[in-house]
């Protein structure tokens, strides 16, 4: 089984080949929900392309988003072993597609696969440091930047090309403010010259501009998960 999924890639070759038959490729369909709040977890994702948006809800019934999960991530890994129940929304947030499997069988996979435990540990100090991160943004750097940053992201998470396939809707859920707020930033980058936009998507214009529009929370999160990746092993394939 041929995975570009970073977690999928650390199991090692002879186990993964003993499970590959209980994987399937599964599409992600563009706002396509995989679990809400309170189910329980049935399946476990690893994307091989697109975006997954994890969504936490309050009980007034508003939403935002607390995490994208990329190919460099996982949906259900650490509920599949914990409690089996999930604490927030998963939504497809950019079409692709990912290997899943049932929780039983990752439950099995994990017990049998010591590189896997060890990207897993990875993927909970990324996760930390980001929704960490995230508190610090959200406080204190202009929505502008956090959208340019927020951009670059889906552009390299979602591996997408320079047409982001986002609507402004979308960019405000996943900010967790008004949609008239995001049109004025979106409006903001559009004058600066690094994005276009266009219909139900965003065109990136400018990549280097765009980066420079950033806020500096994705240079220190560069920096926090190549430190924590640093013994990855995705030689697996190699
Ligand atoms: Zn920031």
Not at 100 to 125: C, I, N, P, W
Request: charged share 25%; glycine share 8%; proline share 2%.
């Amino acid at each position: 089984m041929f995975s570009r999924n970073m977690v999928l890639r650390s199991v090692e070759l002879p186990i993964r080949a003993k499970f590959q038959d209980r994987f399937e490729l599964f599409p992600l369909s563009k706002a396509a929900i995989l679990h809400e709040t309170g189910d329980a977890v049935e399946w476990v994702y690893f994307p091989e392309t697109g975006l997954i948006g994890l969504a936490s809800e309050t009980s007034g019934g508003e939403s935002a988003q607390c995490a994208t999960v990329g190919y460099d991530g996982a949906v259900g890994v650490f509920e599949a072993c914990g409690s089996r129940r999930v604490f927030h929304r998963a939504q497809v947030q950019v079409p692709g597609r990912a290997w899943r499997a049932r929780a039983g069988t990752y439950r099995e996979l994990f017990d049998q696969s010591e590189s896997l435990r060890t990207s897993v540990h990875k993927l909970v100090e990324v996760l930390l440091a980001e929704s960490r991160q995230y508190v610090a943004c959200n406080a204190l750097h202009s929505l502008q930047s956090r959208l340019a940053r927020l951009l670059v992201d889906v552009q390299d998470k979602g591996q997408c090309g320079d047409t982001l396939p986002l609507t402004q809707d979308a960019l405000a859920q996943m900010l967790g403010v008004q949609r008239t707020s995001v049109a004025l930033a979106v409006a903001s980058l559009q004058k600066a010259g690094v994005v276009r936009r266009g219909r139900g998507a965003l065109a990136i214009a400018d990549r280097s501009g765009l980066e420079r529009e950033a806020c500096s929370c994705r240079e220190t999160l560069t920096f926090a998960r190549d430190e924590i990746y640093a013994s990855f092993d995705t030689a697996c394939d190699a």
